[in-house]
C-alpha cells in the first residue's frame, strides 16, 4: 500500500534492543510506503551517523530518554529540523508522557502492541497529525493536574527527584550531575514545594505517581 501522495516515508529507528530493532525494520520494510534508513541503540551513536541525513519520522525508545533533557533534546532534534519524532513506552500509566509531548514528540506507541499501531503512527506523524494511544489519550485527560505539575518541574530537578529516589546523598548528586551539593539542596527546596510535600519520603511517593520513576 502506498501513502497518498505516493511518497515514501523515510523512517529511522532508536532502540538499545538489537532484536527488537530488527522487527521494527522487518515491519516497516515490508510496506511499499516505507524506507528505512538507519537505526542505532543510542541518541549519541544516531546524531553521529545520521546527522546529514534527511528524515520524515524517528521513533525512539522512551528508556533512552535518561540520556537527555528537554535543552538536549532540542539541541538533539536540530539536526533534523524537518524530522518528525515518535515516543516508543512500555506503558501507558507514566505521567511523564504529557512531559516529552510538550518537548516536541508528535505520536506515543504502545512498545508492547506496536506492529500495526506502529505503522499507523508512522504514516499518521508524517501526514502532520499527533498520534496517541488511546489509552494515552485518556490518560492525558484524567490527569491535567499531573500535567501542571510535571510542566512546573525543570529537567534537573527531575534529575534531582531521581537521585534522591536512589537514597543518594546530597553530596552524590551533586557529584553525578557535575553541580554544587548547595545548587541540589536548592532543588530539593523547590521540588518539596512545588510537589507541596514536606520531605524525601513525599518526594518518592509523588516521583512514583508521576512516572518519574518506576
Known amino acids: 500500500m502506498s501513502n497518498y501522495l505516493g511518497a515514501r516515508i523515510r523512517v ?3 532502540e538499545s534492543n538489537v532484536i527488537f530493532r530488527a522487527g521494527v525494520r ?3 520494510i515490508s510496506r511499499n510506503d516505507f524506507e ?3 537505526e542505532s541503540s543510542s541518541l549519541t551513536d544516531f546524531r553521529a551517523r545520521y546527522s546529514s541525513v534527511a528524515i ?3 521513533m525512539i525508545d522512551a528508556d533512552l530518554l535518561n540520556e537527555l533533557d528537554k535543552a538536549y533534546f532540542q539541541f538533539w532534534q536540530s539536526a533534523w529540523p524537518n524530522s518528525k519524532f515518535i515516543l516508543l513506552v512500555p506503558n501507558f500509566k507514566s505521567a511523564m508522557i504529557p512531559l516529552y509531548l510538550k518537548w516536541g514528540f508528535s505520536g506515543v506507541v504502545n512498545k508492547w ?3 500495526e499501531e506502529v505503522v499507523a503512527a508512522f504514516r ?3 501526514f502532520h497529525q499527533s498520534y496517541l494511544h488511546p489509552n494515552s489519550k485518556r490518560m492525558l485527560d484524567a490527569e491535567r493536574r499531573t500535567i501542571q505539575t510535571l510542566e512546573r518541574i525543570t529537567a534537573r530537578e527531575i534529575d534531582v527527584i531521581r537521585g534522591i529516589c ?3 546523598t546530597c553530596k552524590e548528586i551533586a557529584h553525578d550531575l557535575q553541580i554544587s551539593p548547595r545548587t541540589v539542596e536548592t532543588h530539593k527546596m523547590r521540588i518539596i514545594e512545588k510537589l507541596d510535600v514536606r ?3 513525599g518526594i518518592i511517593v509523588h516521583a512514583v505517581r508521576l512516572g518519574i520513576i518506576p
Open 12 to 14: 529511522a529507528f532508536i
Open 26 to 28: 522487518d515491519l516497516l
Open 36 to 38: 528505512w534508513i538507519g
Open 56 to 58: 520524515n519520522v524517528i
Open 113 to 115: 502492541n506496536m506492529h
Open 124 to 126: 499518521q506523524v508524517f
Open 166 to 168: 536512589q537514597e543518594k
Open 199 to 201: 520531605n524525601s519520603a
